[in-house]
């Protein structure tokens, strides 16, 4: 991997911070880098749901404690539920409401949220990603709809393999649809939507399809980088 050239995208490529910012979050959590953790707490300061940044704010607030982050959040939050009915905003707004929400706003959103995706078409792309971040930090004791965005999610995943062709052929994809399938399955495994046993393969032979791809590493695909990095680090969870 090459974080100092990621890193160095992400700063010359504000305008896709949406992505850039939880791709450094995930890779910062999977193999610690001072240089993106500065460049997160850089963020932090001027971090807002409206730019898809807000994450940085819960990264800032776990790495440092200072209470400004954890006002922030509170902030961001509030502006984010005039904004969670928008499907166009789904992956910059809903990961960092729902963890808002599990934290701060006693999970009274969860029945709403859990809608808003009941609503939607899901193929793999970014709201597939969304809705599986979302998982990731909602609390299991909100059974009903943790249960239910959990089974969503796997009839949405198989319909896609199934479209496919199964699984193994998600590997003949678009590339940045292959990095995000392999970093929703490995995710879902991490999580336990998915068993590990059943399907971390597969997130590993899609990892296997796009590392060494020129598009993913030479700054001309924002996208399919930041993907790469998240997929990445999901890979070093199960090393």
């Not at 001072?34 to 001027?46: F, P």
């Not at 984010?80 to 929400?101: I, Q, R, W």
Request: hydrophobic share 45%; proline share 3%.
């Amino acid at each position: 991997m090459r974080p100092e050239e990621f890193l160095k995208v992400a700063k010359e490529h504000p305008e896709c911070a949406s992505v850039t910012v939880p791709a450094c979050i995930r890779y910062c959590e999977a193999v610690w880098d001072n240089a993106c953790s500065q460049w997160l707490l850089e963020v932090a300061e001027n971090a807002s749901v409206k730019e898809g940044t807000a994450d940085a704010l819960f990264f800032a607030w776990k790495t440092t404690k200072d209470a400004r982050y954890e006002k922030a959040i509170l902030e961001e939050g509030r502006k984010a539920l005039d904004t969670v009915e928008d499907l166009a905003e789904v992956y910059k707004v809903h990961p960092f409401f729902m963890a808002y929400d599990t934290a701060y706003a006693k999970k009274e959103h969860y029945a709403k949220v859990a809608q808003i995706f009941k609503s939607m078409d899901l193929p793999i792309g970014w709201n597939m990603a969304a809705l599986i971040d979302v998982i990731s930090v909602m609390s299991p004791e909100i059974y009903e709809h943790y249960r239910m965005m959990q089974d969503l999610f796997r009839t949405k995943i198989k319909e896609a393999a199934e479209k496919a062709g199964g699984f193994e052929k998600l590997t003949k994809a678009e590339p940045l649809e292959r990095a995000i399938a392999g970093y929703v399955i490995l995710q879902a495994c991490e999580n336990r939507t998915l068993l590990a046993e059943k399907y971390q393969e597969y997130g590993v032979a899609l990892w296997e399809s796009v590392k060494d791809l020129d598009e993913a590493w030479n700054g001309s695909n924002v996208a399919l980088q930041s993907m790469c990095m998240e997929l990445y680090a999901k890979i070093v969870t199960f090393m």
